[in-house]
């Protein structure tokens, strides 16, 4: 099958084409005919190399897949053969206490398509059947793939880790990334009201016309200000803040957060080392919450929703499977409002 590869972590242009055998479906597996797979910033981070990351190379990236189910393994029902699927990104055991208990992302087995499991920039993928979702029939195959890594990160954070509440306030950074566009979608879908952050006028129209019902300009030196100045927030602050930013933000989300409120953070695409006053913390009775992915269970309903057109996945704009180093460029220039996804000829 074609697959796009990389040898040695780089840049963008270490990403090479390359012929790899065909997967085959073992017990309890599939193998998927990939038609599309977004793009995310770990792809980037992968592809660069993360301390204490180690691959048998060459390695595949792509965590979201949308295709068909080609083949499946002993043990699967046969009538997933044919039929177009969501793939959910997360692997684990499926048979520890976390597992069990529904908190499968915690998991000591835990890997994600693409990070440390070949991923989606192939023509096939081999995955575990519990790990496929029927395909929303109103969705094309970019739409689709467009949706799971992303929902299902802002979901744990924001529903699970959060519980944001109606009426309560959610300050949102960077809200024209994957991750951004869909906690806005899903704070708003709780009630929440939004406060949206972004480096350009064209990302705040945008994140205005999901539901954001204030905008500010990030890259103004007075942005932490011209939120403190809006109603809804003054000396109080915000109740929740939806950090993935990381070092250049987090003393200012620390600030922004009101007594008793919650920083829910997903990554740091900023750099890890931020500052923390634990006078903020303390004395403030902040609740500083981790998150990464979200449990297996939490898909369905998010594809439950997309099916219903209460979520929507957002496209910047695609690019075939062979230019994956142009959509890594593309996706690194943070230009982007929603996401970037790659297309695989399935024919």
């Known amino acids: 099958m074609r697959a796009i590869v990389f040898h040695a972590h780089g840049g963008p242009e270490v990403l090479t084409a390359a012929d790899l055998p065909d997967p085959v479906a073992g017990p309890g597996h599939a193998v998927v005919r990939v038609h599309a797979c977004a793009v995310n910033r770990l792809d980037l981070w992968v592809r660069g190399g993360l301390p204490g990351l180690r691959l048998p190379l060459p390695h595949v990236l792509g965590s979201d897949i949308a295709g068909v189910v080609e083949s499946t393994g002993p043990g699967v029902d046969a009538a997933w053969q044919g039929r177009e699927v969501v793939v959910n990104p997360g692997l684990s055991c499926g048979t520890c206490a976390s597992c069990l208990s529904g908190w499968d992302n915690l998991c000591p087995r835990y890997r994600i398509l693409g990070e440390t499991a070949p991923g989606g920039y192939a023509e096939r993928v081999v995955v575990p059947a519990a790990n496929l979702l029927a395909k929303p029939a109103g969705l094309d195959m970019v739409s689709a793939a467009a949706a799971p890594l992303t929902f299902l990160t802002a979901w744990q954070m924001l529903v699970v880790r959060a519980r944001v509440a109606p009426g309560q306030v959610v300050l949102i950074h960077a809200v024209g990334s994957?991750?951004?566009?869909?906690?806005?979608?899903i704070a708003r879908l709780h009630?929440?009201?939004?406060?949206?952050?972004?480096?350009?006028e064209a990302k705040l129209s945008q994140a205005r016309a999901l539901g954001a019902e204030f905008c500010v300009r990030s890259d103004a030196e007075d942005w932490e200000a011209q939120v403190r100045e809006l109603a809804p927030v003054g000396?109080?602050?915000?109740?929740?803040?939806?950090?993935h930013t990381g070092?250049?933000?987090?003393?200012a989300s620390l600030r922004l957060c009101k007594r008793g409120g919650a920083i829910v953070t997903c990554g740091a695409s900023s750099g890890f080392a931020a500052t923390t006053d634990l006078r903020q913390v303390f004395f403030r009775q902040l609740q500083i919450l981790g998150s990464t992915m979200g449990s297996k269970a939490h898909l369905h309903t998010i594809v439950e929703l997309l099916a219903r057109g209460v979520l929507r996945p957002i496209v910047d704009r695609s690019f075939p499977l062979a230019q994956a180093a142009e959509a890594h460029r593309y996706l690194d220039r943070r230009e982007q409002f929603g996401k970037v996804v790659l297309t695989v000829d399935a024919g």
């Not at 000396?235 to 950090?243: I, L, P, S």
């Not at 070092?247 to 003393?251: N, S, Y």
């Open 178 to 185: 994957g991750v951004g566009v869909a906690g806005l979608q």
């Open 191 to 200: 009630g929440a009201r939004v406060i949206a952050l972004a480096s350009s």
């Open 235 to 243: 000396k109080r602050g915000v109740d929740v803040v939806f950090e």
């Open 247 to 251: 070092m250049a933000t987090w003393e």
